[in-house]
């Protein structure tokens, strides 16, 4: 029924399709399945929250502790099958589709806040403000955390490619083609 309704709602073979409520994935699969048919390139957005699971439930005894734990398993499982049928199979462009996702979770900055009312008044409150400052980073963030909210602040999109180079023995990270360089 999804499928249906993407073919209704016109999507284009390069549009995205947003799902708020995303659930198991239904609209995922079905943006899948609709690009496997028409050779299409469309991409998706599911918004899950991290609901949980009840623990009678059987999504719950197979190991899944909220819904979107089930969604991203379901999603994966699409794209494993796909590729596994298009195993020995090269798109138009002689390349294999790439069917990789990425799954995002929205939090705070990975970087502290400047706390100027902190700061102002005596020397002692500069230096402190200072001193939280001298890694800027906050704890348990990794390079990916930051790699891509330096790219959603930079205004590249999420789905921006992204290679990892070496440069002068240390790891640098090209968006879009060298648009812009992490290190």
């Known amino acids: ?18 799902d708020f409520f995303a659930g198991s994935g239904t609209t995922g699969h079905a943006v899948l399945d ?10 998706f957005i599911l918004v899950q929250l991290p ?6 439930s059987e999504a719950f005894k197979a190991g899944y502790k909220t819904i979107a734990d089930i969604t991203k398993e379901r999603v994966r499982r699409v794209i494993k099958k796909l590729n596994k049928e298009d195993e020995d199979k090269l798109g138009l462009d002689g ?9 995002f979770k929205l939090a705070e900055s990975n970087f502290k806040t400047w706390e100027s009312a ?23 963030r990794t390079q990916d955390d930051i790699l891509f909210e330096i790219l959603l602040k930079s205004g590249f999109p999420l789905a921006t490619p992204i290679e990892k180079l070496s440069l002068a023995r240390k790891s640098v990270h090209s968006a879009a083609g060298g648009a812009l360089l992490i290190c």
């Open 34 to 43: 609709l690009n496997k048919q028409d050779n299409g390139n469309r991409k």
């Open 51 to 56: 609901e949980p699971c009840g623990p009678e």
């Open 118 to 140: 902190g700061s102002q008044g005596s020397q002692t409150k500069l230096t402190k403000q200072m001193e939280l400052h001298i890694n800027h980073v906050r704890k348990n």
């Open 1 to 18: 029924m999804i499928l249906k309704l993407v073919k209704i709602g016109n999507a284009n073979s390069s549009d995205i399709v947003l």
């Open 95 to 103: 390349k294999k589709k790439d069917r990789g996702f990425k799954v």
